[in-house]
């Protein structure tokens, strides 16, 4: 049983990352499908799809690298902020800058998942989920 669902779609993500792998599995949820989305259109991924199977779907992810070198990562690092045991909340006018806005944080809104950069244009504060970069 996973007790943080987020952390383990993260740690996954991260370990085949730093092993080069083409893609990861991760059990689906709705959460993830978001996060997922979120990392494609920020560019840290390449790809996502939804796998149907006997239970619950599988998300699978597919890893982006550099065109000029395939042992080059394009995700540096991803973290997640916000635990089960310590919920991290800020207002929009206190959003972190992730690596001095290189990175990218998720937040939870009450207006769904965003990046840092959507919740301060929307003026949005919200939960923060995880930093990328």
Do not use: C
């Amino acid at each position: 049983m996973i007790t943080d669902p987020i952390s383990d779609m993260f740690t996954r993500i991260r370990n085949s990352n730093v092993k080069l792998h083409e893609k990861v599995d991760i059990p689906l949820s709705k959460l993830k499908l978001e996060i997922a989305k979120i990392l494609k259109k920020e560019g840290y991924i390449s790809n996502f799809k939804n796998i149907e199977d006997s239970k619950h779907g599988i998300l699978r992810v597919y890893l982006k690298y550099s065109d000029s070198d395939k042992e080059k990562t394009v995700l540096r690092g991803i973290r997640r902020v916000s635990k089960s045991s310590l919920r991290i909340y800020k207002g929009y006018g206190d959003m972190p800058r992730v690596v001095n806005g290189l990175g990218v944080a998720i937040i939870s809104t009450s207006k769904g998942l965003m990046t840092d950069k959507q919740a301060r244009r929307d003026k949005i504060g919200g939960e923060i989920i995880g930093y990328v970069w």
